[in-house]
């Protein structure tokens, strides 16, 4: 079996569950249902790794401490880039070797996600020009204001339009069980749901 390769984003002052809750979502997913099934790795369909700037520690948000995986120069290709938010961002919007690492991962990529306030690095980079999109409720007026031409949207968890952003913090898991549909099926979504005890009745969504 080809694993999905699964590129989290990783820079300081990002959002825990941010990042964590999609790690969580995509190397938890099984083909095989089960409790039994996530002792191994045999029928994991993505393989999650993070990817920061530079190969050192990552002070996310509350002071937690993080070792990236990978730096840009090292990093494999990404299938699945995930471009999590944080109070981070705000500086990432001026910071020309990260957004043309996104763009260039983008480019590569399968698909393309942002949780919370990583939708404004993705529309400053240019990915998002004349699609719908959302953020974290309070990002939405920084989001329109980086390109007139994203249409956002309030009020939902989700918008998939060629790429796909969600709502802030943990709206990032809805999105990741949402990928895991569409790519693996409703019925493995679901059992990844189950298995973390996570509750996916969801309010209307934006399509």
Not at 132 to 144: E, F, K, P
Request: glycine share 8%.
């Amino acid at each position: 079996m080809q694993q999905v390769q699964v590129g989290i984003f990783l820079f300081d002052e990002v959002e825990v569950l941010d990042f964590a809750g999609p790690y969580e979502v995509f190397s938890r997913t099984r083909l095989t249902p089960g409790v039994e099934s996530r002792r191994s790795d045999e029928t994991a369909p993505f393989k999650v790794f993070t990817v920061a700037a530079e190969s050192r520690t990552i002070t996310a948000t509350g002071g937690l401490r993080v070792i990236p995986d990978y730096d840009f120069a090292a990093a494999p290709p990404i299938d699945l880039l995930v471009v999590p938010g944080g109070f981070g961002t705000r500086a990432l919007l001026h910071d020309a070797p990260v957004l043309d690492w996104i763009r260039r991962t983008a480019a590569g990529a399968v698909r393309v996600t942002s949780v919370c306030s990583g939708a404004l690095l993705l529309a400053q980079a240019g990915l998002l020009a004349g699609r719908r999109a959302t953020t974290h409720w309070g990002a939405l007026d920084l989001l329109a204001s980086l390109d007139p031409t994203i249409r956002v949207e309030a009020n939902v968890r989700l918008v998939d339009d060629g790429i796909t952003t969600s709502a802030g913090v943990s709206a990032g898991i809805d999105m990741a069980l949402a990928v895991v549909e569409v790519m693996q099926g409703r019925v493995v979504a679901d059992d990844t749901a189950r298995y973390m005890e996570y509750d996916r009745r969801l309010p209307p969504t934006a399509r």
